[in-house]
């Protein structure tokens, strides 16, 4: 059974830095998208940022401030938070596709104050 346990979510005052990390376990199969969502209060969740394969993406509200990155020999996806602003706050999930079946963590929270 795929999992995947996310940590490093917290609180933080603006301008300051955050590390996710969300390891993968139970998969037989290679992971070809690893990524990130996050889920404001009220808000619908949104992409923040995902590698496929070795490409990363991002959304255009965190260009420039995140970097996403992965360890495929630990599959494990991180996400670097620098100059968080609170409009960062939300849960963030971890989500892998494996075999065109997406898998999703249980989520972390990130809480910026300004």
Not at 69 to 98: F, G, H, W
Request: charged share 15%; with cysteine.
């Amino acid at each position: 059974q795929v999992q995947l346990v996310e940590s490093g979510g917290g609180l933080v005052q603006a301008g300051g830095s955050l590390r996710l990390s969300c390891v993968v376990s139970g998969s037989r199969f290679s992971i070809n998208t690893m990524g990130w969502y996050r889920q404001a209060p009220g808000k619908q969740r949104e992409l923040v940022a995902r590698i496929i394969g070795g490409t990363p993406n991002y959304a255009d509200s965190v260009k420039g401030r995140f970097t996403i990155s992965r360890d495929n020999a630990k599959n494990t996806v991180y996400l670097q938070m620098n100059s968080l602003k609170p409009e960062d706050t939300a849960v963030y999930y971890c989500y892998a596709r494996i075999t065109g079946f997406d898998y999703w963590g249980q989520g972390t929270q990130v809480t910026v104050s300004s």
